[in-house]
């Protein structure tokens, strides 16, 4: 079946704009993480969404950073007033309720000029 | 706090066995996973190991777990060039919802 998608592949932004980043993830699936992975950093957690729960955002860096899960499925990552700091490759995983796998998608490769 | 080691680089000949070691110190752990990544890709589950067991066997990979010493290890039989990639030694759960995830390893097999 079809896996976690993410999209764009690749996002180029100034330093400054706003960006949007999008995850679907696998039918079904209850919860939703946001990870990301930066040469500096290594794989870091952002965001977790369960169900209708109230989302554990404790790995979100600076309140630049926010996401949304609409009808339980697709979630937005929006970065606001984007830094150079945040160019990354932002990584979206799902997983099945009670379940150990968490399933990635391909990623989104932000750079901030 | 939380924290997830692995050595950085790993070589092997086409047709040996490796293995790539991690050690991590949340001893509250569940599951412990593997995973690969290719150049360019994203994150590919490999296999996952409950933290009651002390092995697992996959094919050519085998997970063993030392729990008392908080280590993990992955064991790839027969390796290929196609098992090149950067592999990932990861923990979840006790109170976080999330994975912590190792630096990560990478492994060259030379042909």
């Known amino acids: 079946g079809a896996g976690v998608s993410q999209s764009p592949s690749n996002k180029v932004t100034e330093k400054g704009k706003d960006v949007e980043l999008r995850c679907d993830p696998i039918s079904g699936h209850t919860a939703l993480y946001w990870y990301r992975q930066s040469l500096g950093q290594g794989l870091e957690f952002l965001i977790y969404?369960?169900?209708?729960?109230?989302?554990?955002k404790s790995g979100l860096p600076s309140d630049r950073f926010s996401a949304e899960r609409t009808g339980g499925s697709v979630s937005t990552l929006t970065i606001q007033r984007t830094q150079q700091e945040d160019s990354a490759v932002y990584l979206c995983?799902?997983?099945?309720?009670?379940?150990?796998?968490?399933?990635f998608g391909p990623g989104t490769r932000l750079t901030v000029t | 706090g939380e924290d997830v080691e692995q050595s950085l680089f790993l070589s092997v000949r086409e047709g040996d066995s490796s293995v790539i070691n991690c050690t991590y110190t949340?001893?509250?752990?569940?599951?412990l996973y593997w995973y690969k990544q290719e150049p360019g890709a994203g994150l590919q589950l490999l296999t996952y190991?409950?933290?009651?067991?002390d092995m697992k066997q996959d094919q050519r990979l085998t997970v063993l777990l030392n729990k008392k010493d908080k280590h993990l290890s992955l064991r790839i039989a027969d390796t290929q060039t196609g098992d090149s990639a950067i592999y990932f030694c990861?923990?979840?759960?006790?109170?976080?919802?999330?994975?912590?995830f190792g630096t990560g390893t990478l492994l060259a097999v030379q042909p």
């Open positions: 969404f369960q169900g209708n729960s109230a989302p554990d």
């Open positions: 990861a923990n979840y759960g006790g109170a976080t919802n999330k994975l912590i």
């Open positions: 995983a799902s997983s099945s309720y009670g379940m150990p796998e968490q399933y």
């Open positions: 190991i409950f933290s009651n067991m």
């Open positions: 949340d001893s509250s752990s569940t599951y």
